[in-house]
């Protein structure tokens, strides 16, 4: 079982729409989330960091359940501009690297 | 943004080949990364470095070997490239590894072998 599982998706949605992205992670013992995002063709580059208590960043909102082992990204008011690959990461409290989700395509239209 | 520069950025070869892909940074970051990129895997790290000559295995490690014999470089070599090596390569740092947690990538590396 991969460590770090994402709905790929692609999810289109309309301009001004909310959409939700899930990720689930195996290991119960990470410490650190993140949610990093990527344009086609590009590096990837982080979004926001995810805490237990839940985040917001502007239209972007990142929750973490831990007893689920589950992370979630809401976008609200869509923009064309949010249209890319957001993946899910996840860090273990050993080691120093990450583990990437797949990634789930999102794209925004007019 | 992190200066981080990979070279080549594109490169195409044929099996058997020995291939040397390098990352520069000029931030002075003490950790490392050599990631691949391929469609239905993500990102898979290949090996690490946690300092100068102090270098680690990440998941699919096999086939490839790196070194690190300055703060700033950071070298991934395939002795024989095979076709199952073609991706897209990312190298990334990190500083320090169990602070934010953000990993700062390059632009990427896209290798074809024929």
């Known amino acids: 079982r991969k460590e770090v599982e994402q709905d790929p998706g692609p999810f289109n949605v309309p301009e001004g729409a909310t959409v939700a992205f899930n990720c689930t992670y195996s290991?119960?013992?990470?410490?650190?989330f993140f949610w990093y995002r990527q344009d086609c063709r590009k590096e990837p580059k982080l979004l926001m960091s995810v805490y237990s208590s839940g985040n917001e960043d502007g239209r972007f909102t990142a929750q973490l359940n831990r007893a689920s082992q589950y992370i979630s990204l809401l976008i609200r008011d869509s923009k064309l501009s949010d249209s890319a690959t957001y993946l899910c990461v996840v860090k273990s409290n050993s080691g120093y690297a990450l583990n990437f989700g797949k990634g789930t395509s999102l794209l925004v239209t007019p | 943004d992190a200066g981080i520069t990979q070279s080549p950025r594109h490169k195409v070869t044929e099996t058997g080949t020995p291939v040397t892909l390098r990352c520069h940074q000029t931030e002075n970051h003490r950790y490392m990364y050599w990631y691949r990129q391929d469609p239905g895997h993500g990102l898979r790290l290949i090996h690490y470095s946690y300092g100068v000559k102090d270098t680690d295995k990440g998941e699919v490690s096999d086939g490839y070997s790196v070194s690190r014999s300055k703060t700033e470089d950071f070298l991934l070599t395939l002795e024989s490239a095979t076709s199952s090596q073609t991706s897209v390569y990312f190298c990334?740092?990190?500083?320090?590894?169990?602070?934010?947690?953000?990993?700062?990538f390059g632009e990427g590396s896209r290798l074809t072998v024929l």
């Open positions: 990334a740092i990190s500083e320090p590894p169990r602070g934010t947690g953000e990993l700062f």
């Open positions: 290991n119960s013992a990470s410490q650190s």
